[in-house]
């Protein structure tokens, strides 16, 4: 078993021995992290105050919740309703001491693969730094109206206008235990403060009545889904067609090997069933920095992959490699509200 599958097993399965044993770390862990934001808020830690307004899209949990295809989806809506969004993303392994401004073409060796799919899903301006106020200042003068950062709910450094929490539906707070216990960064008690919570994975009402009652943020609780695109080949050349594209209907009737180095790769793999096509699960940690040998299954079946491993890939993937993008969908009322909350910031924003 993987040291991540066996993370999943104790967070998310019914509590253990393994847990109990961990709970005094956990606590010690929540005196830490109480400490810091009493350090924060009493001064003795500066914070870092942005010219532009800062909307932090984060979690209370360790792994995927769809943070990312949220970004996409909002930095997209946004540009849509006339403002120019900038992302900011510390960068998981990235190589850089400084900030760097990342594009569709930038080595995720160095920016991290979260990042490099950000820049390719939304052609934004996209930095990465892993101390946030370097790469505040880069994006400053890139001109942005409002910087988006993916992740950093926890990052008190940088002061924020908005903050967002993404939580996965289906895996909730698992066993509901702080680091390294459970699943926790946080407490629960810590969505009070936020401006909305966002249920990935759910269906939620306007009064936030289909989820459990503690997740409820300040300005409302909205439903979001992933939804699987047409797939792509992972390596693009000059001999590609600019519409290789191909709908996920024509990969059925056949196994298909699906590859996912994410957070929570169970849910690729039942989205690719839900689609109707037939999985053979490869599951690698998530940021895994994958290889040629990690793609050869020794048969010729189609390799299906997710948007964040591609990144990774594309160098090296064969032409049967093919990534599956995930965007976020949100309710017409749900996203308009959230639109308009974050419009509205900007708007009444003094200028930069």
């Not at 989820?211 to 080949?233: K, S, Y």
């Not at 699906?258 to 069933?273: E, S």
């Not at 490869?282 to 591609?310: N, Q, S, W, Y």
């Not at 594309?314 to 993008?325: D, K, L, M």
Request: hydrophobic letters at 50%.
């Amino acid at each position: 078993m993987s040291t991540e599958a066996a993370l999943a097993k104790l967070w998310y399965g019914r509590p253990g021995v393994l847990a109990t044993l961990l709970t005094p770390l956990s606590w010690l862990y929540a005196a830490i992290v109480a400490v810091r934001r009493a350090a924060y808020r009493a001064g003795v830690l500066r914070t870092h105050r942005a010219r532009v307004p800062v909307v932090v899209v984060g979690n209370i949990s360790v792994g995927g919740t769809g943070k990312s295809p949220l970004v996409a989806w909002l930095v997209l809506a946004l540009r849509a309703r006339g403002l120019r969004a900038g992302i900011l993303s510390r960068g998981y392994g990235a190589r850089v001491e400084g900030a760097l401004s990342v594009d569709a073409d930038t080595d995720p060796r160095d920016a991290g693969d979260e990042a490099v799919m950000l820049a390719r899903m939304t052609g934004a301006p996209v930095v990465v730094a892993p101390r946030r106020a370097t790469g505040v200042a880069l994006l400053e003068r890139a001109g942005v109206d409002l910087i988006v950062c993916d992740d950093g709910l926890q990052h008190l450094a940088l002061a924020r206008d908005l903050e967002i929490v993404v939580i996965d539906a289906q895996r909730g707070f698992g066993n509901g235990r702080r680091l390294p216990a459970g699943p926790l960064r946080e407490a629960p008690s810590r969505l009070a403060a936020v401006d909305f919570v966002v249920v990935q994975g759910a269906r939620v009402d306007a009064l936030g009545t289909d989820v459990p009652r503690a997740w409820q943020g300040w300005h409302g609780t909205l439903g979001m889904q992933l939804a699987l695109q047409a797939a792509q080949p992972v390596r693009l050349d000059e001999h590609s067609a600019a519409d290789a594209s191909r709908p996920l209907a024509a990969f059925a009737g056949a196994p298909v090997h699906a590859v996912a180095g994410i957070g929570n790769p169970t849910r690729f793999f039942d989205a690719l069933r839900a689609a109707g096509l037939t999985p053979i699960e490869h599951p690698f940690p998530d940021h895994h920095a994958f290889r040629a040998i990690d793609l050869e299954f020794g048969d010729t079946a189609p390799v299906l992959m997710t948007a964040k491993d591609a990144v990774k890939c594309r160098t090296f993937a064969a032409a049967r490699c093919w990534q599956v993008p995930a965007t976020a969908q949100l309710e017409p009322d749900d996203g308009r509200a959230l639109l308009d909350h974050v419009v509205a910031l900007v708007r009444s924003s003094p200028p930069a």
